[in-house]
């Protein structure tokens, strides 16, 4: 009877709805800090006339001096979410629909990692995500797009573990993410890269047939991604942004990493770079690829930090079992429940002091 008493907290508390709410709740107590972003009122504008309008825009009707020229927003579907937040609730809208998909992000990201790590590591790991991440979380259809790259990524990295393809009700997330944030692009890319992990861990003989049904996958994804008002041309969007060349650096989400000062992002880095090199944590050849990659993603541009810290835990989830352990091999009740209580406790103090 004791014992059955000992466990009903652990029963109906579950990690992932701990770390939801209690990162929901920390970005309620941000407030107006999440309306710090000079764009946020423009976003809810372009959203106002989409609802308006009911259509997309195609030509600048913004700007002065480029007034009549071809233009489109890729991120059409959360500046009207934003638009209709805004009309529904004034700015109060906007903010709570943000925490509420950057805390649904963290929620899908915590059960994807109890489910193979020791809960104190993915405690850990799940403090530093928000450490980085938290200068970030703003009102901006990033916000929107993060469950949807977390939930993403998470399908692709489960699938190559067990060396398999992935299920084909993923595409419809592509068409979403298309729809959301121009960062789905990245989305593609990485199907190339995982599907190299995913052979790697087959047979040589059944590697060739892998490859060729994840072949087969990234073109479905790829006609995914096409599903949006603007067909094909959101892919070129991403491209043109690109392009801009040195006026990016005029941007500044677009600029490098700034280590003039130390902050968050510095001090994840380092103290995980001192963990790996104390514990001789070992990857697998394509997991040290996707890892520079964020990691220079998140250093050539501080927009990119949040894709790192959002990702990186994923797609180490696979070597980190493997040196640390599973969490179906710790207990679930006392432990379990003190370090739930202890993300109750630190998810909403750096929350707000991020």
Request: charged share 10%; with cysteine; glycine share 8%.
């Amino acid at each position: 009877m004791t014992a059955q008493a000992s466990d009903a907290p652990a029963r109906w508390l579950s990690l992932p709805l701990v770390t939801g709410v209690c990162v929901y709740a920390g970005l309620l107590a941000l407030g107006n800090r999440m309306l710090a972003d000079p764009d946020t009122f423009w976003q809810i504008k372009v959203g106002q006339w989409i609802l308006d309008n009911a259509a997309v825009p195609r030509t600048d009707i913004f700007s002065f001096t480029m007034q009549g020229q071809p233009w489109i927003s890729t991120q059409w579907l959360a500046q009207a979410c934003y638009a209709l937040a805004f009309s529904v609730a004034g700015w109060a809208g906007p903010v709570i629909l943000t925490a509420a998909s950057i805390a649904a992000a963290f929620a899908l990201l915590a059960r994807f990692l109890e489910r193979r790590l020791d809960t104190f590591v993915v405690l850990i790991l799940l403090l530093a995500a928000l450490a980085i991440a938290s200068p970030h979380f703003l009102v901006r259809p990033h916000a929107l797009a993060m469950p949807v790259m977390v939930a993403w990524v998470m399908g692709l990295i489960a699938t190559a573990d067990r060396g398999g393809v992935p299920s084909f009700w993923l595409p419809p997330l592509m068409t979403l993410w298309a729809n959301l944030h121009g960062s789905f692009v990245f989305g593609l890319v990485l199907i190339g890269a995982i599907a190299l992990d995913a052979m790697m861990r087959v047979e040589r003989p059944a590697r060739a047939q892998l490859l060729l049904r994840w072949f087969v996958f990234g073109l479905v994804a790829l006609a995914a991604s096409c599903i949006t008002p603007y067909g094909w041309n959101s892919l070129l969007a991403a491209r043109n942004i690109l392009n801009l060349g040195a006026a990016l650096s005029m941007i500044t989400e677009w600029r490098p990493a700034d280590f003039t000062r130390f902050g968050a992002f510095e001090g994840v880095l380092l103290l995980g770079l001192g963990a790996v090199l104390f514990k001789g944590l070992k990857l697998p050849m394509m997991r040290i690829v996707l890892t520079l990659g964020l990691l220079h993603m998140a250093l050539a541009s501080a927009r990119n930090a949040t894709v790192l810290a959002l990702l990186l835990p994923i797609v180490l989830s696979g070597p980190l079992a493997a040196r640390f352990g599973r969490a179906a091999m710790l207990p679930t009740n006392g432990a379990r429940l003190r370090s739930m209580v202890a993300v109750a406790t630190l998810v909403p103090v750096i929350a707000i002091t991020g």
